[in-house]
């Protein structure tokens, strides 16, 4: 089992920055490819960024890439989420994501992953 608890999100204004946290707690964090996604109203959830289990490899959607970056502190069970030059389109519920039989990333779809956080809420004012 593994339990993942994300934090950060916001109302920030076009071109602003935000860092989402996500706390993970039970399997050994260390040995999986984490993942973001997020889901607009009226939209799938979609893959937003991937790290793999060491912190090294990064994958990125083309709609976020250059302006978001995925990172992993395994020391702390965390994997962040850095998005700078926010647009009113990246609003939506963004999604932590733990993918354990994969310790490489690429763009996940939805139903590869094992478990699924909260979600917390970024709005993008223009």
């Known amino acids: 089992q593994v339990q993942l608890v994300e934090s950060g999100g916001g109302l920030v204004q076009a071109g602003e920055s935000l860092r989402l946290s996500c706390a993970a707690s039970?399997?050994?964090?260390?040995?999986?490819?984490m993942a973001w996604f997020r889901q607009a109203p009226g939209k799938e959830r979609e893959f937003v960024a991937a790290v793999s289990w060491i912190g090294r490899s990064t994958v990125y959607a083309d709609s976020v890439k250059g302006r978001f970056t995925i990172s992993r502190d395994n020391a702390k069970n965390t994997v962040y989420l850095q998005m700078n030059t926010l647009k009113p389109e990246d609003t939506a519920v963004y999604y932590c994501a733990a993918v354990l039989s994969v310790s490489t990333p690429r763009r996940f779809r939805w139903d590869e992953i094992d478990y699924w956080g909260q979600g917390t809420q970024v709005t993008v004012s223009s």
């Open positions: 039970g399997r050994s964090f260390s040995s999986y490819a």
